[in-house]
T-cell receptor, first 113, second 109 residues
Framework: DGGITQSPKYLFRKEGQNVTLSCEQN?????MYWYRQDPGQGLRLIYY???????QKGDIAEGYSVSREKKESFPLTVTSAQKNPTAFYLC????????????FGQGTRLTVV | AQSVTQLDSHVSVSEGTPVLLRCNYS??????LFWYVQHPNKGLQLLLK??????LVKGINGFEAEFKKSETSFHLTKPSAHMSDAAEYFC???????FGAGTRLAVHP
């Protein structure tokens, strides 16, 4: 079945460690996105990519990094520089970056202890 | 810059009464706008979308929204709320997928 897959669903890490969240889609979508969701703050855009080998910072990119080496994959690394990494992270993809419906993964809940 | 503003962080209604969730957008051109719903512990689901074909858009589960350029609004409505409508609702602009802050809808018996 076509879709977008995030793994793992729950992730625990010690403070000071980098951690990479996986996002894979088999929808042949050009655009992919990473969001962070905190209670009462909606979804805030971290990074987005309109096409393979290209990505742009969103509103809260500090402390995060991404790569887009393959069309189907858009991993997000939460670095030790991110001050408050504990959150729910959502990945999305859309056929293009403008005016097309996005499909969302089920999310990864990251807890840093 | 383009943005969407959801005017209410929480809305509470009684079952069977109308629902109104408000969204305003700011853009130098007519954007494509969407409403998504997120039920507790579930993923985001598309409710409806406006892409300039018609100003009144009908979505799933009895929801609809009207695009009003003069008011820069795209409010979500439903004539009669059901308990299962309790969720968080997001207004989204489809240029770089910009989300509003969300409105949590509570439905009381």
């Amino acid at each position: 079945d076509g879709g977008i897959t995030q793994s793992p669903k729950y992730l625990f890490r010690k403070e000071g460690q980098n951690v990479t969240l996986s996002c894979e889609q088999n929808l042949n979508h050009d655009a992919m996105y990473w969001y962070r969701q905190d209670p009462g703050q909606g979804l805030r855009l971290i990074y987005y990519s309109q096409i393979v080998n290209d990505f742009q910072k969103g509103d809260i990119a500090e402390g995060y990094s991404v790569s887009r080496e393959k069309k189907e994959s858009f991993p997000l690394t939460v670095t030790s520089a991110q001050k408050n990494p504990t959150a729910f992270y959502l990945c999305a993809s859309s056929r293009t970056a403008v005016n097309t419906e996005a499909f969302f993964g089920q999310g990864t809940r990251l807890t840093v202890v | 810059a383009q943005s969407v503003t959801q005017l209410d962080s929480h809305v509470s209604v009684s079952e069977g009464t109308p629902v109104l969730l408000r969204c305003n957008y700011s853009s130098s051109y007519s954007p494509s706008l969407f409403w998504y719903v997120q039920h507790p512990n579930k993923g985001l689901q598309l409710l409806l979308k406006y892409t300039s074909a018609a100003t009144l858009v009908k979505g799933i589960n009895g929801f609809e929204a009207e695009f009003k350029k003069s008011e820069t609004s795209f409010h979500l409505t439903k004539p009669s709320a059901h308990m299962s409508d309790a969720a968080e609702y997001f207004c989204v602009s489809y240029n770089k997928l910009i989300f509003g802050a969300g409105t949590r809808l509570a439905v009381h018996p």
